[in-house]
């Protein structure tokens, strides 16, 4: 992959690598250094968005998945206090830049962006299922789904009725959602589930275009989705 990027985009891979470290190196300071978080904020937010625009090619294509991880990260990382977990999280939101701004750059293909897709999905969730702030409801849901439609949006940019099946795929997703954060199983699981269901509508929605909408495929995704969500409930801590 990172050879890939490297020859597509024509820079020296330390490049790529230097501004991934740097964002990395941001926020970590963000979480740990509170009395700084200000500048730490403005600083953040100004170089990522400077790496993010430098090359200006699909700045614009991009720009919606970019405002979702600059707010996911922000969130994130202001939120949560210093632990193992919060560095595993810090990796994975570098992870998430690391392949933005590669797939902004150049066309990986259709594997490629679903990852990255896959990868903000993960955030918003995590974001949605950990802060249950009875006073945050309603812009929690608002935000929420115009990050869900923006994705989703991406997934059919290239389709025709892009706009109708965006807002179908939506809402079907945002069903099932209100459902899994009713359950007592702890944001981490719902937010497993709430992944495992959004990668089964994405590939269902991935064999619809792409013609091979079967019997056999149809069965092998509701099989995988089956045998997943059963794990994760029975390995859930239930809290009722």
Do not use: C
């Amino acid at each position: 992959m990172l050879k890939r990027l490297r020859l597509a985009l024509r820079i020296p891979p330390f490049l790529l690598l230097l501004k991934v470290f740097i964002v990395f190196f941001l926020l970590f300071w963000l979480n740990s250094s509170p009395v700084s978080r200000p500048y730490s904020i403005i600083i953040f937010i100004f170089l990522s968005g400077l790496f993010y625009l430098l090359p200006l090619v699909n700045s614009i294509d991009f720009l919606g998945y970019y405002l979702i991880f600059i707010f996911g990260a922000l969130i994130a990382t202001l939120s949560l206090s210093f632990s193992a977990l919060t560095i595993l999280i810090i990796s994975g939101l570098t992870l998430i830049y690391f392949f933005l701004i590669g797939s902004k750059n150049i066309n990986l293909g259709q594997q490629s962006l679903f990852l990255l897709r896959s990868l903000l999905f993960l955030l918003i969730f995590f974001i949605f299922f950990s802060i249950n702030n009875p006073g945050l409801f309603l812009i929690r849901y608002l935000l929420f789904i115009l990050a869900v439609f923006i994705l989703f949006f991406g997934l059919f940019k290239n389709y025709p009725k892009k706009n109708l099946y965006s807002i179908v795929f939506s809402f079907l997703l945002i069903q099932v959602i209100w459902v899994i954060n009713l359950l007592p199983v702890g944001f981490i699981n719902q937010t497993a589930l709430a992944l495992v269901f959004v990668l089964a509508i994405e590939e269902l929605a991935l064999y619809l275009f792409s013609g091979v909408f079967n019997y056999h495929n149809i069965v092998k995704n509701i099989t995988i989705v089956i045998v997943l969500v059963a794990l994760i409930l029975a390995l859930s801590k239930w809290a009722l």
